[in-house]
């Protein structure tokens, strides 16, 4: 499946999650599909997947040369940065399980190989100097491959212009989270965008009613063109430099998580109409 563009836009991407999840066998895979043709199903049906067991586990080369191998040319994974980088006092001291993670072989994934999602703790406070020298740590390319790297913050005290000019100053987007309890912050600060819609409801058969389905679809698009959505919050003064097309990366996560690959199936249906 293609991901969504135009030739004033960038590409964008619909996804979930991670794809091994039980409560999904028989709703959105077929009953009976054997459990190592689930990448593959899930692969065919959305254009990105985000990867949870990257924060909890080091992987390894052949771990990520297989996902690669069951997933089409124009999908991409996004993966989550070691909790071990993220959860502790002093970041600037994070160097060391930064470059064993880059080293467990994220480049194996190749053309596959989507943004590093670095997620901090509910409690983790803004320090300037504490997130400037994590930030510092974060390589634009490693092993010949350009990085895409994205923070996520899910701490009040990050609602100020002074993390949105310090993200700017790196060139690195903010994830907008859409959840009723963390920081909503839609910020452009870097060259992509990276969404993580976690209001979604099981008791909606596509997590979001259909006109938020609708309602997403149109800030996607407004976002891929290099514009910014008019209805959603933002903390500093407007970016300054030039609208141009960027890339976007949008997940649909909430809690049960049940109804979440039919959220993203919606979306992308929305997109491709």
Known sequence: MTPNATPKSGKIYIGIGGWTFA???????????????ELAYAAERLTSIEVNGTFYRTQNPATFRKWA?????????ALKGPRFAVNRRILKEAGEPIKRFLDSGVTELGDRLGPLLWQFAPTKKFD???????LELLPQKFDGRALRHVIEVRHDSFRTPKFVALMRQFDMPVVFTDHAKYPNIADLTGGFIYARLQRGKDTIATAYPPKDID?????LRTWAQGEEPADLPRVGAAAKSKAAPRDVFAYVIHEGKVRAPAGAMALIERLSA
């Open 23 to 37: 409560p999904w066998r028989g709703v959105f895979y077929p009953k009976g599909l054997p459990h190592a043709k």
């Open 69 to 77: 191998s069951e997933a089409p040319a124009d999908f991409v994974f």
């Open 128 to 134: 300037a100097a504490d997130f400037g020298g994590f």
């Open 215 to 219: 309602a997403w679809a149109d800030r």
